[in-house]
């Protein structure tokens, strides 16, 4: 478990955390596949809060692509970092998540996150977030639309519709099981948005989240048990 503080010079208002997501955001690369679905490692990220403590911890869970065993995993305990703010939740998490990526004892391959990438308000949420700031390969799968629109898709497992904000398509929606109300994916950085769902398809073979969300939000949850009331105690 790797205890974190909050970075210095870390963003103490809505304004500066804004003009950080401006600056971050032009760093965005979207012409790129992504790693193929299948191959390599893949890993989860996830939080989970006690905001009476105001503790946050974050996991990471890396899991080998083609057989979805768990390989490595790793967590990080710190204080939250940032107000609860609409479009800016990344800066609440990404320093217990970038800890925790740092922790593990191999590569994390392509990362995904339980939220957002540019299917968010000011195209840049936590998948985009969190691949400018390692270079990694990242796509955000999300259980809600958040404020877009879409269409429901076919019933077919495998079935998408576009994500929309007005015309622009800024994810899928896409079903992962046959009848069941489908996840949300949306690129983050390095990834191609076919390829993303490419990913999420492959990662969810019995449940409607992927094994990456399901495993990581569980270990968030346990550390949080098992680790807050160690961190208040400082």
């Not at 069941?180 to 983050?188: L, N």
């Amino acid at each position: 478990m790797t205890t974190v503080r909050t970075p210095a010079g870390w963003p103490a208002t809505e304004e500066e955390a804004r003009a950080v997501q401006d600056a971050l955001r032009a760093k965005v690369v979207l012409d790129e596949p992504g790693p193929a679905p299948g191959t390599g490692h893949v890993t989860g990220v996830d939080v989970a809060y006690d905001d009476e403590r105001d503790v946050v911890a974050a996991a990471a869970v890396v899991l080998d692509s083609a057989t979805l065993d768990v390989v490595a995993e790793s967590t990080a305990l710190g204080r939250v970092s940032f107000p609860y703010v609409p479009g800016l939740l990344a800066f609440r998490e990404i320093p217990t998540v970038l800890a925790a990526l740092e922790a593990l004892p191999c590569a994390p391959g392509l990362v995904v996150c339980d939220g957002y990438g540019l299917a968010h308000p000011r195209r840049f949420g936590l998948a985009g977030h969190l691949g400018v700031l390692t270079g990694l390969p990242t796509i955000g799968v999300a259980k809600n639309p958040f404020t877009f629109t879409y269409d429901e898709p076919a019933a077919p497992r495998g079935s998408t519709s576009p994500l929309l904000a007005g015309t622009e398509e800024v994810g899928r929606a896409l079903r992962t099981r046959d009848a069941v109300k489908p996840v949300f994916v949306s690129v983050g950085h390095r990834v191609s948005l076919d390829n993303a769902c490419a990913h999420t398809l492959a990662l969810t073979p019995a449940y409607r989240l992927p094994e990456t969300t399901r495993r990581a939000d569980a270990l968030c949850r346990r550390a949080l048990r098992e680790a807050a009331p160690a961190l208040t105690e400082d």
